[in-house]
């Protein structure tokens, strides 16, 4: 029996944000059905048929089948975008990656359209499956401030010359997509963006194609994202409490009313860490901050457990 796998669908052209998306939610489905993960695309773009006009694409296409893989895709199915491909009814593509290819899930973005006029859609795509006993999951639209991220405007923006928007879009994704999964990716972004801003265009396509790379190889994580996404909630909540009392600065308080702060100088501790109160009253046992499972992060896990432990001896 052959084994049984989670396809998320598209063309992958830049294999930013959205598609990211695509791929998060093919992994997680292939890992709650033990399935691997497979990614269906198609060999040239499918403008060049359907409007008779190819568009100026971001990556080569042995650029994107390597991003893909370096992404976790144990499979890639790429079909011939040709007029048997662009005529074939909706209902028949699907038969086909059911049948032919073993599908037992797929995955696609809310504006994915397919079969012959663009007639088969996320939505029935997904009643198709459900009948058939398959899983079919429909990503929203991923947004990054207030505007939605698609191949075709990342293809505008280096096409207009608007390098600034672009230059934007490559540093928040260092901290907010690859995180500390890479920390090291903030500082080298950095640097391919100075290089970027010295050059000017035409040459700034350079450095800023490094640093895009690099982020799409690189391992992901948004628990930093989220952890003060959590933390600015509760800020706008009223769960902020005052500052512990051994915490604040002795010298602040008013003439001859010092106090024994009672404050533990971590530094003159063992590994530069004590247990003591750091949060206020109302937050005591809140944590923002969640390990996540990439390699980096989940180093830092042991050690400041294996810390912690020590101390608790």
């Known amino acids: 029996m052959r084994d049984k796998i989670i396809y998320a669908l598209g063309y992958f052209d830049g294999v930013h944000r959205g598609h990211q998306a695509l791929l998060d939610t093919c992994r997680r489905l292939a890992k709650e059905r033990d399935c691997h993960t497979g990614v269906v695309t198609f060999e040239g773009h499918p403008d060049t048929l359907v409007l008779g006009k190819t568009p100026k694409l971001i990556n080569t296409p042995e650029d994107r089948l390597r991003l893909l893989k370096s992404m976790g895709v144990e499979s890639v199915v790429v079909l011939p975008f040709d007029r048997a491909m662009m005529e074939m009814p909706w209902q028949e593509f699907y038969r086909m990656l059911k049948q032919d290819y073993n599908a037992d899930g797929l995955v696609c973005g809310y504006d994915f359209r397919f079969g012959s006029r663009g007639e088969g859609s996320g939505v029935l795509l997904k009643q198709a499956c459900e009948a058939d006993g398959l899983i079919c999951e429909v990503t929203p639209e991923q947004e990054m401030d207030q505007v939605t991220v698609s191949s075709t405007y990342i293809r505008t923006l280096l096409e207009a ?50 640093a895009v790379v690099l982020l799409a190889t690189s391992p992901k994580s948004n628990t930093v994202h ?13 769960k ?53 499972e990439n390699k980096t992060e989940q180093a830092a896990r042991r050690y400041w457990e294996e810390v912690k432990g020590k101390q608790g001896e």
């Open 161 to 210: 010359g608007d390098m600034i928007t672009a230059i934007r879009r490559i540093l928040c994704s260092a901290s907010e997509d690859v995180g500390m999964a890479y920390p090291m990716a903030v500082p080298i972004v950095k640097a391919c963006v100075d290089n970027a801003l010295q050059l000017g265009l035409p040459e700034a396509r350079l450095p800023l194609a490094e």
């Open 226 to 238: 989220d952890g003060i996404n959590a933390a600015m909630a509760d800020v706008r909540a009223g």
């Open 240 to 292: 902020v409490g005052g500052i512990p009392r051994h915490l604040q600065n002795v010298h602040a308080d008013s003439s001859g009313m010092e106090q024994k702060q009672n404050y533990k100088y971590p530094h003159n501790y063992p590994h530069h860490w004590v247990a003591q109160q750091y949060l206020p009253d109302e937050l005591v046992g809140t944590r923002y901050y969640a390990y996540g």
